[in-house]
């Protein structure tokens, strides 16, 4: 079974510019989350959805920040523009319902220069 | 105010001992607790879960406490190998007003040979 997908893996932009990270859940994932890791700490959610509802982005930046889960499945999880300070890992975990164990993708370190 | 505590300084331990981690946490009152283990460049891979009404844990060299009244959990690893070798999260299940989930910084273990 394919675990979660995330592209890209690695991403540099210059300040200002737009950019968007992909993820694909675990077939059948109903509970999709965007996390934020810097570095030497641990994940911090920015969004959860359950199916296609955004349930939970009081953490999410919404003045730069924006994401999307069409269909249910594949979401998508945009930041215009970048600032130097987002510079960080973007983690995207599934699990089958919330409260269940999560399954992490490999992330997207983005490096805002 | 509400906070996880994992030791911040990395833990050497020589191959075959074991290995004990701190999760402390303060003014929350999780459902359960899960540790995770991340591998540079990977996304956190789930490990153990034990809840609230549970002392202990085990899976082969892994074994995990929970005191709720000293808010505290002790992950263990016996027998340790340089595989072994990664970071270590500690994540606390909330279900208060809506399930989220919060992670500690981790504690970096090196197991040397």
């Known amino acids: 079974e394919a675990g979660v997908v995330q592209s890209p893996r690695y991403k540099i932009i210059e300040k200002k510019q737009p950019v968007a990270f992909w993820c694909n859940p675990i077939?059948?994932?109903?509970?999709l989350y965007w996390y934020l890791q810097n570095l030497g700490q641990g994940p911090e959610l920015l969004i959860r959805?359950?199916?296609?509802?955004?349930?939970?982005d009081s953490q999410l930046p919404k003045d730069r920040f924006s994401a999307e889960r069409l269909k249910g499945v594949d979401s998508t999880l945009k930041i215009q523009p970048a600032e130097l300070g987002d510079s960080a890992v973007y983690l995207c975990?599934?699990?089958?319902?919330?409260?269940?164990?999560?399954?992490f993708g490999p992330g997207t370190r983005l490096t805002v220069l | 105010s509400q906070k996880i505590e994992q030791n911040s300084e990395a833990l050497n331990i020589q191959e075959g001992k074991t290995a004990t981690l701190t999760c402390n946490y303060t003014?929350?009152?999780?459902?359960?607790l899960q540790w995770y283990r991340q591998d540079p460049g990977r996304g956190p891979v789930f490990l153990l879960l034990?809840?609230?009404?549970?002392k202990e844990k085990r899976k082969e060299r892994l074994k995990v406490t929970f005191d709720t009244t000293l808010k505290q959990s002790l992950f263990h690893i016996t027998a340790s190998q340089p595989a072994d070798s990664a970071t270590y999260l500690c994540?606390?299940?909330?279900?208060?007003?809506?399930?989220?989930?919060?992670f500690g910084a981790g504690t970096r273990l090196f197991v040397k040979a």
């Open positions: 975990a599934s699990s089958l319902r919330v409260a269940d164990t999560q399954y």
């Open positions: 077939s059948g994932h109903n509970t």
């Open positions: 959805y359950e199916n296609e509802e955004a349930v939970d």
């Open positions: 003014n929350y009152s999780p459902a359960y």
């Open positions: 034990i809840r609230e009404n549970e």
């Open positions: 994540a606390l299940a909330l279900n208060t007003g809506g399930f989220k989930t919060i």
